[in-house]
């Protein structure tokens, strides 16, 4: 059959027929038309037929999709197929597991190598571990602020976890030579005089902790926002991944968190802090090389190069110094850059929003440019764009979830230790020879949440789904408020056991009797009740929290608004003693 159109020249409603020979409007379908000029065609448009070489190409094309604002190890544009998604995060995960086997065993055992080998007074060692945790919960918001507008975010990381390493080495090091630490001493015998580490060793031993505080700061400032940039939420699948993603990274926590609290402690206890501390040293280089190896693999963040936080600093600034300035009726005369101007060619732009109207003061135009070397430059503490104003309120709407989580964060710490307490005048025993350390009852904690997290994600995210149409099943602020909700139902659950157990004392007269050496013939699983609404409970807020503070935070302060949650949890459990 032939492949040309007879008759005079006529105009097609495909309208990519150009005498002038000007490009196809349906050149990238793989259809090249070959146009001819009416003199020499006789009025004949001939266009071919696309062939399998072409439709090839048309299909890898299609496939070749770039990420919006992520680039890969070269600084090329990331590709959606390749780069990204949830191959690239089980590296992540991977990486954020091994870091917590390697570190969590101190914040439980860390007052006992004070104490017991480096010959710290009780009170003393208790203050050192504050002090050390203090920093590993406060210096994530300047980390955050270094790889969101300097370095990066995967930068950020791998100097971190280089830090962390770096301590550990250390505090192996100085584990093992007893030249570098006391000499030993019976602690608990009131008539020894334990020498207390002193000079160039105490040095030695700080440098190595605050090198690994430094490191684990780093870590929860960058990796949860690292891992999270690896999908794309303006894509349903994607955003369902990222759902998961959160749920994976807090089931890491707790496989990790596992092991720490168990083989890692008895290691400390039983073999040595040495040996304890070597296995955490291993442990964290293993880690580096896993998240290291998925360097080809990871979208990257373009790093802004301008702090998100002075622009909004500015905000408040600006709105203040005009506060008594009318707001216009029309919010398109507030200002905003010229979206079609080469200075907004790499800028984010936010719609407007008639919240916090005060703040849209900001953005009144009240001063005229001032002449700097023959350009036109604005005062930026006085006059901000829209977009900066969306962002400013974007913050203070999350400052009441940020309370109310410190609230929860403060009433829980105080349940969990003192479930502790409750633990410690029960029956601890499994077998008869096996007992569990009364220090070791949050691990009951820590395989519900093994067992709770998987079943949520697997089984109640795809059933909310289907009736709600959300890609998480429920909206963050959904699955926070279910958190919320069953902190009171946990604290209910130890009142009553807290009934029975008094109820146990009573009915055997066992009003003075010792904890752990005359145990109360209730066993210690009662607690386990407890602990399973604990672990519920951080399920969903933590895990919630993590994934709102992401979603909602502009785009400039990513990793810093994941630090709202263990400022909070900072800020509650110091509360809480």
Known sequence: MSNHVHGPPRSLSFSFVSLKREPCHFEYLGLV??????????????????????????SMETK????????????????KHKHGGMRASWLILGALGLEIVATLALAVNLVTFFN??????????????????????????????????????????????????????????????????????????????????????????????????????GMKASLPAHGADQFDERDSREARQMSSFFNCFFLSVCTGGMVSLTLVVWIQDNKGWDWGFGLSTIAMIVAIIVFAAGLPLYRIQIVQKSSTIIEIIQVYVAAISKRDLPLPEDPTEL?????????????????????FRFLDKAAIRKTSPVQFGGEKVLNRWALCTVTQVENAKIIIGMVPIFCCTIIMTLCLAQLQTFSIQQGLTMDTSITSSFHIPPASLPVMQTASLIVIIPVYDRVFVPFARKLTGHPAGITQLQRIGVGLVLFPVSMAVAAAVEVKRKAVVRSRHMLDAVPVLQPLPISTFWLSFQYLIFGTTDMFTNVG?????????????????????????????????
Request: hydrophobic share 40%.
């Open 335 to 355: 200002y905003e850059l010229d979206k079609d101007g080469e200075a907004a060619s790499e800028a984010e732009f936010l719609p407007h929003t008639d919240n």
């Open 64 to 79: 070749t999709q770039f990420v919006e604002g992520k680039v890969d190890w070269k600084g090329r544009k990331a590709l």
């Open 116 to 217: 017991g080998v480096m010959h710290f007074e009780l009170a003393d060692a208790a203050n050192q571990l504050t002090n050390f945790l203090g920093t590993c919960f406060i210096l994530p918001i300047l980390a955050a602020i270094l790889a969101d507008t300097f370095i990066g975010r995967f930068k950020t990381v791998l100097i971190s976890a280089s830090f962390e390493f770096l301590g550990l080495a250390l505090l192996t090091v100085q584990a093992h030579y007893p030249k570098l630490r006391p000499p030993p001493c019976n602690v608990l015998d009131p008539t020894s005089h334990c020498e207390k580490i002193s000079g160039g060793d105490a040095a030695f031993l700080f440098l190595g902790l605050y090198l690994l505080a430094t490191g684990s700061a």
């Open 33 to 58: 038309p070959v146009v001819m000029d009416e003199a020499r065609s006789g009025g004949t448009t001939q266009i071919p037929v696309s062939t399998d070489k072409e439709k090839t190409k048309l």
């Open 545 to 577: 929290l993590l994934e709102f503070f992401y979603s909602e935070a502009p785009k400039g302060l990513k990793s810093v608004s994941t630090c709202f949650l263990w400022s909070s949890k900072a800020l509650g459990t110091s509360s809480a003693r």
